[in-house]
């Protein structure tokens, strides 16, 4: 079983759609958790994280984590074709002085006009 | 800054050929990471490094070898390209174990022929 679970995609929405990205995880371990955002041939940039459970608010996103389910989400409100992308899912367990940063395989997501 | 600094963008190799990706930041991070994502697979974890002369393994190691001789710097060994090893590779850096923000670089496209 993988440690991060994604819906690969690809999810095609109208602009101004709400969308909805989810993961789920198996190991309790994980501390932080965060989404990133990879525009087609670049590098994935981080674009919100947060450490417990209940949601964090920034702009147009909500990241929404439940650790007693082991879920995470990311809502994008009034999407735009700008938030074309693959956001992937990100989770920090740390132990000692080792600290492992897991992905998520990636949603594609399509915004049309 | 320049950030996170691959080298080289492009590569062909053929069976059997080995090679060295490069991977140097300038950010004085302790944490550094070396991914591989192919199509629809997200990142999976090849090596990572919490400090100069500390090395681990992480998802898929076998096929690359790493060495972290100073902070800056953590190249990734490829002896006896395989076919199995086309992919994009991605070097990340964090400045600390609870930072959550990981600075990637801008990915080597490897194809083995």
């Known amino acids: 079983q993988k440690e991060v679970e994604q819906d690969p995609g690809p999810l095609s929405v109208p602009e101004g759609a709400i969308v909805s990205l989810n993961c789920t995880y198996s190991?309790?371990?994980?501390?932080?958790f965060m989404w990133y955002r990879q525009y087609s041939r670049k590098g994935p940039e981080l674009l919100m994280y947060?450490?417990?459970?209940g949601n964090k608010e920034d702009g147009r996103f909500t990241a929404q984590v439940d650790k007693s389910s082991k879920y995470i989400s990311l809502f994008i409100r009034d999407s735009q074709p700008s938030d074309s992308a693959t956001y992937l899912c990100?989770?920090?367990?740390?132990?000692?002085?080792?600290?492992?940063?897991?992905f998520g395989t990636g949603t594609r997501l399509q915004v049309t006009l | 800054n320049a950030g996170v600094t691959q080298t080289p963008k492009f590569r062909i190799l053929k069976i059997g050929q080995s090679m060295t990706l490069q991977c140097t930041q300038d950010m004085n991070h302790n944490y550094m990471y070396w991914y591989r994502q192919d199509p629809g697979m997200g990142l999976k974890l090849i090596y990572y490094s919490v400090g100069a002369g500390i090395t681990d393994k992480g998802e898929v190691p076998n096929g690359y070898n790493v060495s972290r001789s100073t902070t800056e710097d953590f190249p990734l060994r490829l002896e006896l390209a395989a076919p199995s090893q086309t992919s994009v590779y991605f070097c990340?850096?964090?400045?600390?174990?609870?930072?959550?923000?990981?600075?990637f670089g801008q990915g080597t496209r490897l194809t083995v022929v």
């Open positions: 990100a989770m920090i367990v740390t132990t000692g002085t080792a600290s492992k940063l897991t």
């Open positions: 990340a850096s964090r400045e600390g174990r609870l930072n959550t923000e990981a600075f």
């Open positions: 947060t450490y417990s459970s």
């Open positions: 190991n309790s371990a994980f501390q932080y």
